[in-house]
């Protein structure tokens, strides 16, 4: 399976200049669903998102829109491209659970290493390790089995609301609604202070995935909203997708 995937640059001032390149407008076009009730579906460790989608960056009270191809499974499995107007895209980023490796044709770079938060900043616009980037935009957290528990009893609206710890350590805190669909998120340090937010709507019929899905920071005020396109869950098979092959010739660039 291919799918071409190129987003980002190095460093983030790069990315945002790639957007003022890239950018295309369009209302998204969710998988088609038979709508009814329903318990939220989250996605599962058999399955993978394979999507389009628009991205819109807000930093430092600038918007940057750009169209991107992407496939996340979970736990921590990310493909991801930029797909330009017109012209060849010139950016390839994968990530497992093991390595990250991202690839840029024109300059000849091919850059591997651990999938850290810290290295995935060089190429995404956010401080995220690879399973919680995969986790906040699937809205598919581990919950109820895994590393959560749950706090309080139902709201007014049937809603609850449960925590976890993040990998770095941090508590992320998420509201779900009657329907266990996350709601929003809030993620905290150690010492109580706000690190980001996220926020769901327009999930589909059958309650798989949120239509969009914006994140924010709180220190820097960047804000990052995703409106899925096109998109389709499917059975995981080989992961041989999420590790780009390195090309002959080419720099190789470690990040560790």
């Given at each position: 399976m291919?799918?071409r995937c190129?987003?980002g640059?190095?460093?983030?001032p790069?990315l945002l ?5 890239c950018?295309?407008?369009g209302?998204a076009?969710?998988?088609e669903k038979?709508?009814g009730?329903g318990l939220?579906?989250?996605?599962t460790?058999?399955?993978?998102l394979?999507?389009?989608?628009q991205i819109?960056?807000l ?6 829109p750009l169209?991107?191809?992407?496939i996340?499974?979970r736990?921590?499995y990310l493909?991801?491209?930029v797909?330009?107007v017109?012209g060849?895209?010139?950016?390839f980023?994968?990530?497992t659970p093991d390595?990250l ?12 290493g ?9 190429f995404?616009?956010w401080?995220?390790?690879v ?7 699937t809205?598919?957290f581990?919950?109820p089995e895994e590393?959560f528990?749950f706090?309080g ?5 049937g809603?609850r609301?449960?925590q976890?710890?993040d990998?770095?350590?941090n508590?992320q805190i ?12 809030i ?7 706000d690190?980001y ?10 309650n798989r995935?949120a ?6 920071w709180a220190?820097s005020?960047a804000?990052?909203?995703v409106?899925y396109?096109?998109w389709k869950i499917?059975?995981?098979a080989?992961?041989?997708v999420?590790?780009?092959p ?6 190789i660039?470690s990040?560790?």
């Open positions: 291919t799918l190129r987003i640059i190095k460093v983030i790069v200049l790639a957007a003022l390149v950018a295309c407008a209302k076009v969710r998988e038979t709508p009730p939220f579906r989250p996605l460790m058999t399955e993978r394979v999507a389009t989608a819109d960056l930093a430092d009270e600038k918007r940057y169209r991107v191809a992407l996340l499974q736990p921590a493909r991801l491209e797909l330009p017109i060849t895209p010139d950016f980023l994968s990530a390595d490796r991202a690839f840029f044709p024109s300059r000849g770079e091919f850059y591997t651990k999938p850290t938060a810290d290295h995935l900043t060089h995404l616009p401080g995220l390790s399973e919680d980037a995969v986790f906040l935009l809205g598919a581990p919950f590393n528990s706090a009893k139902r709201d007014a609206a809603g609301r449960a976890r710890k990998t770095t350590g508590t998420i509201w779900m609604d009657r329907e266990g669909r996350p709601d929003k998120v993620c905290l340090s150690a010492d109580g202070a690190i937010s996220a926020g769901y709507a327009d999930y589909d019929g059958a995935l239509g969009k899905i914006t994140l924010r220190k005020g804000s990052v909203t409106r396109a096109d499917e059975p995981a080989d992961t041989a999420f590790s780009l390195y090309p002959p010739g080419v720099k660039i990040l560790d």
